[in-house]
């Protein structure tokens, strides 16, 4: 799969600043997000892991906790599809064991800078009796074409508290074995992809079509290191994952 485009066109900036403008009269504006992905793989196994899968949670009863542990399956079977791999019919078939895991960390404070709404501007400075005229040489005075000095007013940035989420998926892959009752039984690892993302927000259900979708060119692969990738919710990725409405 194409990885998202990144375009830096003046029209995109165009457009980028009417959605931050006015989100109501350009609604189809879609959100970007950046998530970190650490992806491993063993070495000792490229070539050897199968195609047929069986996905279980990598807690033990997980699934029966989480409401959203359906929609995580479906959007990881789309993901792996796009891998070429499929579920297996029965234990007997199985090549490998998928294990997910997700979920959101306690609420956490965090101090950030955030830019002034108000854009810079000049205010001219009239010469009246009793004013004293700036110099020239002040580096916040700016020339007018009238040949008035003015005065450049640069809005400061502001330091303001956020409340801020670390939401996490977790796509690993295990051999599968046969158990001596011949159940099936998890083995050594072959693969694992983490993705990982700070929000303000602590609901999983809307982030987890991303994470996943962040996750899709990384499976099977290693990153050596983590990734800073930004993807947007409508990236051809999320929207595979995410599938029919």
Known sequence: MKRPLR??????????????AS??????????????????????????????YRIVPRQPGFEQRDRDYPQAVAMVENALAGQGMYQAPNDATTDVIIEIDYGVGH??????????????????????PGMRRPSPLDPN???????????????????????????HLTIAAREAKTGPNGQLERGRELWRVVVTIEESKDDMAQTL?????????????????KQNVRIGENAEQVVFVRGSP
């Open 141 to 167: 005075s700016v020339m007018l074409p009238d040949g008035r000095i003015g005065t450049a007013i640069v809005p400061e940035d502001t330091l303001t508290q956020k409340q801020v989420y670390d939401k």
């Open 107 to 128: 609420a956490r404070t965090e101090i950030v800078s955030e830019r002034s709404p108000l854009p810079p501007r000049i205010d001219p400075i009239l010469n009246s």
């Open 209 to 225: 079509p991303v994470l996943v979708g962040a996750a899709v060119d990384y499976i099977g692969t290693s990153t050596t290191s």
């Open 7 to 20: 375009l830096d066109s003046r029209f995109s900036r165009a457009v980028l600043f009417a959605c931050v």
């Open 23 to 52: 989100p109501i009269l350009f609604s189809g504006c879609a959100r970007t997000f950046s998530v970190q992905v650490d992806a491993i793989h063993d070495p000792s196994t490229m070539g050897t892991a199968g195609q047929a």
